[in-house]
């Protein structure tokens, strides 16, 4: 077809959709495999039915997943799929389970595995990386430490990585910190990890402001 051939006429095949793919633990899982859709009910299909719309947008989120866990399902669930920009939101589970089951990931474990997971993606043709903090709005005295003992290292990890790819970064970390500042934090995730309505609003809103445009650039 010569660049002057209008789309839509008859025997003119359309561009294909943007193919969005967000991967990560319960917080983009949010039901997704339980739904007809596949969208779950959270800032996936927020994003999806706003924003997204015009685009072809894959969750794969899986609740309880570290980045190993990523790492063990990877070629079927994000490098098979093909997608165009990938959004990748893991590292609270890395935390949390130092503390409820103690099995702790040390911060360059867990940037080798994410390291290794983002270079795959390249390499397999994704176009655009979108790297989500990983985040926790205390609700109890134990939350309040991870951040210091464990978290802000991992944040740190996903901050440099973004860097070093030249990654969109969504600072979910940050933005709901202030959120939670001023309307509490049980408002935004009850448990301190696992958003509300609002909080996965706030979440939807945040990685538009940060990655809409690297999803609309050609």
């Known amino acids: 077809m010569s660049p002057a051939t209008p789309a839509g006429l008859p025997g003119v095949s359309e561009p294909a959709p943007t193919h969005v793919l967000l991967v990560g633990d319960s917080v983009t899982d949010c039901g997704r495999r339980a739904d007809p859709e596949g969208l779950g009910d959270g800032y996936v299909r927020l994003l999806a039915e706003g924003p997204l719309r015009g685009c072809r947008v894959s969750n794969r989120g899986v609740g309880g997943d570290r980045a190993v866990d ?62 989500v903090e990983p985040f926790v709005v205390p609700v109890t005295a134990e939350q309040g430490r991870w951040w210091d003992e464990d978290l802000g290292a991992k944040v740190a990890v996903v901050h440099r990585l973004a860097a070093e790819h030249g990654a969109v970064l969504v600072p979910a970390g940050t933005h709901l910190a202030a959120l939670a500042a001023e309307h509490g934090p049980a408002a935004l995730a009850a448990d301190g990890v696992h958003p509300t309505p609002a909080g996965h609003r706030a979440l939807a809103d945040l990685w538009w402001a940060a990655a809409g445009g690297a999803v609309l650039r050609d």
């Open 70 to 131: 990523l790492a063990a399902r990877w070629r079927e669930d994000v490098l098979a799929e093909r997608p165009d920009v990938l959004s990748v939101a893991v590292g609270i589970n890395d935390t949390w389970r130092r503390y409820d089951r103690g099995a702790t990931t040390p911060a360059a474990a867990f940037e080798a595995t994410y390291r290794g997971l983002l270079g795959s993606a390249l390499a397999a043709g994704v176009r655009r990386l979108v790297l």
